[in-house]
């Protein structure tokens, strides 16, 4: 009977104070909404292990993270194979390969598709867990030489370019112009290693190695056994390797030595680059939501702090007539529990709005390249529900238990005698000052992180990368393998592939709306990923003390057509490709500020240059030629871009190409003739990633900008709360002190001494919190800096501007209560009830 009399009366107060309840309401709806949607976003994407149709989970084996580049390294498929064969903590394992290829229908009327292959050991699907839907997945027969080549396709590819036909067993499909049996069709959704839209079987003696080699493409996953945990078989892996490393030649002997460890075990889905070139970004990310979780309940229990100090008298009333001070405490809990559990329902609702909002973003952001991995598909899962009831119970314990502990420490006597709120206590008083500096500490250190990220994402989408890109269209270009080999360089080779290059470029350029075309490996503003070089006659002793470069390629006259010119020497001509490759040398051009860095004195041109690593590699000389114009690969808040470029020529490599199109009209009208050209000339060439310039270089940022996006929402809450939470923790402090403050106005002191009297305590305050938010800032900020570039600008307007923000923020959270109180006569603050 009682329980239920508490229900009524606790809901009975919040109705007759709507405001209090809606905005409590609301700041739990926040705090846990934004918690919830951050919690699924982090679980699915990286930190919930991907166990497939499974329970324990799979791993990455791989080589070592190349920060230069911004990506993971293969390794060499013969010490993958000894950890293989000699590992007793995996159910199984198998060696891939993902690249990009080409594919045709069962006509010539469907066309060709960039697709994403994946060579896998015959096995694959086995150590996945996942077998097709139609037909079969690979048998060791499928890997021997000579055997039928064949191809399982994926769901989509089934659906989209042969309109699900059942009857696709057996029939044959070009890949790079090859012909290939297809023997299955996976299951709807499967995408495994990440974004794989047809296998094909690794032949034996591309994996099956007999000793160490510089073949280091493969990469490998395995499946753990029951109750084997990652750093198990990390120290398992660890040990194999180190015996074998010790029978390596001299040639390899750096692998043991490998600062990053030559092969490494992961969890798997780290092997999304994005994520884990980023991941210190998302783990800041985590702790910037856990401190909005902690600033919503210091807020709310503020909030029934105030409550609480309305209704003191009341209690004190209570207690005299004999009511139980547990039933008391239940009946503040009951308030919290309405509260918080009508906040976790709307918070319920915004996350799930937020999740589909992302998946909507998701679409949007790999819409173009189709990099999407499979498990970036976000929804509220069972473990997110379970955060949720955790959070809400730790919510209302908190919020619930301090408000009545306020109550049922205040003395009661003092408030019936007096009938007054009571003064603020020494242990209250304390209390309400840990209050602010802890609002101001978390505020600062959300806000702070949140603005960097902001800034240096708007530095980086308004950078100048050295070209122009109005009225210009870009697009990938693949020539099949099967039309046009590159047989290690056989001038025949290239000269076939050349010549559809070029042919292409002079078709295009005598039409009247299109000026110039061009061809580069990566365009300025995109790729990225940088390599030591270093300088004949002027070589580090250490190689990694040599500088760095991007390097691409790009064809003859390419700098026109983005805007780019050459300042010194010449531009690369027919005469520079020769006929046979080894013996004649290699010609680069340098950008303007490498030649203004590293060669002081003028005298680049003739000078000779090298790529170099720490593995014993190096390319071949090459003869600086011309100096060009200075342009940014890479993002600007990309680590792994350098201010340094080389460019050699596209004529002698067999790199992928992009092409780049300056054109007057319409943009589909240039896409257009791009099209019409290119199936003109030979269908079997695929044209893909077919966007503008502006597009193609805010591509690498979309990601980026969606996690800063979630930075700006966590800083506008954080915003938000702290300034509601800073002025009713100084709101709350003065109303207590009202007695104090009468006291003190009618001994004489005037209006301004009080003023300044609070003023001067939260500069105390301000000062403690203000040093603990920008030190724990700046630790998170070196944190963020080991995986991009944090704009110079954002340190000014982070540390200092929001810094001062802050001081304004809580002096005039400050001043308002003072001014306001000191308005009542003295009188009216000694009776006051």
């Known amino acids: 009977m009682s329980l239920g009399i508490d229900i009524t009366y606790a809901a009975r107060l919040l109705l007759k104070k709507p405001v209090f309840t809606l905005t409590s309401v609301l700041i739990v709806a926040i705090g846990l909404g934004l918690t919830l949607y951050t919690y699924s976003l982090l679980s699915q994407l990286i930190f919930t292990p ?18 230069a580049h911004g990506r993971g390294q293969g390794a060499d498929p013969y010490h993958l194979n000894q ?7 995996l159910q199984g394992m198998s060696l891939y390969l993902s690249i990009v290829r080409t594919i045709s229908g069962v006509s010539l009327e469907v066309g ?29 027969q499928d890997s021997d030489s000579g055997a039928e080549p064949v191809i399982v396709l994926s769901h989509d590819i089934w659906q989209s370019l042969f309109s699900g036909n059942y009857d696709i067993i057996g029939t044959m499909v070009q890949v790079e112009a090859m012909s290939k049996r297809v023997i299955g069709v996976m299951p709807e959704g499967f995408a ?26 493969r990469r490998a996953f395995g499946r753990l056994k029951p109750d084997v945990s990652l750093v198990q078989f990390q120290q398992e892996a660890r040990g194999i390797l180190h015996r074998h490393f010790q029978a390596l030649t001299q040639e390899f002997s750096w692998r043991a030595a490998s600062p990053g460890g030559y092969i490494r075990a992961f969890p798997y889905k780290l092997t999304n680059e994005a994520v884990n070139h980023h991941y210190s970004v998302f783990v800041a990310m985590f702790i910037v939501v856990l401190l909005i979780l902690l600033l919503t309940c210091i807020n709310l229990g503020n909030l029934l702090l105030a409550r609480v100090n309305e209704r003191i008298k009341e209690v004190a009333i209570r207690i005299a007539l004999g009511i139980p001070r547990k039933r008391l405490v239940l009946q503040m809990l009951w308030e919290s529990i309405f509260i918080c559990c009508l906040g976790g329902f709307v918070a319920f609702f915004l996350a799930s709005w937020s999740v589909d909002a992302t998946n909507s973003a998701f679409d949007q952001i790999f ?5 999407r991995p499979f498990w970036w598909q976000l929804s509220l899962a069972a473990d997110a529900m379970i955060v949720l009831l955790i959070a809400l119970l730790f919510m209302v314990l908190l919020t619930g238990l301090l408000p009545a502990w306020r109550a049922l420490s205040a003395d009661f006597n003092a408030v019936l005698r007096d009938g007054t709120r009571g003064a603020l206590g020494q242990k209250a008083g304390r209390a309400n000052k840990a209050l602010v500096v802890t609002e101001i500490t978390l505020s600062c250190v959300v806000l702070v992180v949140a603005t960097m990220l902001l800034c ?3 530095s980086a989408q308004k950078a100048d990368y050295g070209v122009d890109t109005d009225n210009r269209i870009t697009a990938a270009v693949r020539l099949s393998w099967g039309s046009y080999p590159w047989n290690d360089g056989a001038p025949e080779a290239r000269k076939k592939r050349n010549d559809f290059y070029y042919r292409l470029k002079d078709e295009l350029q005598q039409r009247p709306n299109i000026h110039s075309l061009a061809y580069f490996s990566s365009l300025p503003g995109t790729g990225g990923g940088s390599s030591h070089f270093e300088i004949q006659g002027k070589a580090a002793a250490v190689f990694n003390e040599n500088p760095m470069w991007n390097f691409e390629v790009v064809s003859r006259d390419a700098w026109r057509t983005v805007g780019m010119k050459i300042i010194e020497g010449r531009d690369f001509t027919l005469s520079d490709l020769g006929g046979d490759l080894a013996n004649t040398e290699s010609p680069v051009i340098i950008n303007a500020a490498m030649a203004r860095d590293l060669f002081p004195n003028g005298d680049a041109i003739g000078q000779r240059v090298r790529t170099i690593d720490g593995e014993g590699f190096q390319t071949e000389w090459r003869s600086i030629i011309g100096i060009v114009s200075d342009s940014v690969h890479g993002s600007t808040m990309a680590s792994t871009s350098a201010q340094h470029t080389g460019y050699g020529m596209m004529d002698r490599h067999r790199w992928g190409v992009n092409i780049v199109i300056h054109y007057s009209g319409t943009q589909s009208q240039a896409e257009t003739a791009l099209i019409q050209a290119i199936k003109s000339m030979d269908a079997d060439v695929t044209i893909y990633h077919l966007q503008s310039y502006d597009n193609l270089i805010a591509q690498p940022m979309l990601l980026v900008n969606a996690v800063n996006n979630i930075f700006l929402w966590c800083g506008l809450v954080a915003l938000v709360l702290a300034a509601s939470g800073i002025y009713a923790v100084a709101a709350n402090s003065i109303a207590l002190r009202s ?20 003023l001067g305590q939260a500069g105390i305050q301000l000062i403690v919190g203000l040093t603990l938010g920008i030190s724990l800032s700046l630790c998170l900020v070196s944190q963020l800096t080991e995986s991009m570039v944090i704009a110079s600008s954002s340190y000014m307007i982070g540390l200092v501007g929001i810094p001062i923000f802050i001081i304004a923020m809580v002096l005039i959270a400050t001043y308002i209560p003072s001014n306001k109180i000191i308005k009542q006569e003295p009188s009216e603050g000694l009776r006051q009830l």
């Open 50 to 67: 991907l166990t497939l149709n499974s329970d324990t989970p799979l791993i990455a084996i791989e080589g070592e993270f190349n920060d």
């Open 83 to 89: 950890i293989k064969a000699e590992s007793e903590l």
């Open 112 to 140: 060709s598709r960039k697709v994403h292959l994946t060579y896998g050991e015959w096995d694959f699907f086995e150590v996945a867990g996942v077998q097709p839907i139609l037909g079969r997945g690979f048998n060791p």
């Open 192 to 217: 495994f290693p990440a974004i794989a839209q047809i296998w094909l079987p690794f032949p034996a003696d591309r994996v099956n190695a007999t000793q160490a080699s510089n073949d280091n493409e």
């Open 367 to 371: 819409a173009v390249n189709g990099e």
């Open 456 to 458: 240096s994402s708007y």
């Open 739 to 758: 007695q104090e403050i009468a006291t003190r106005r009618a001994l004489g002191a005037s209006n301004s001494q009080v003023i300044k009297l609070f």
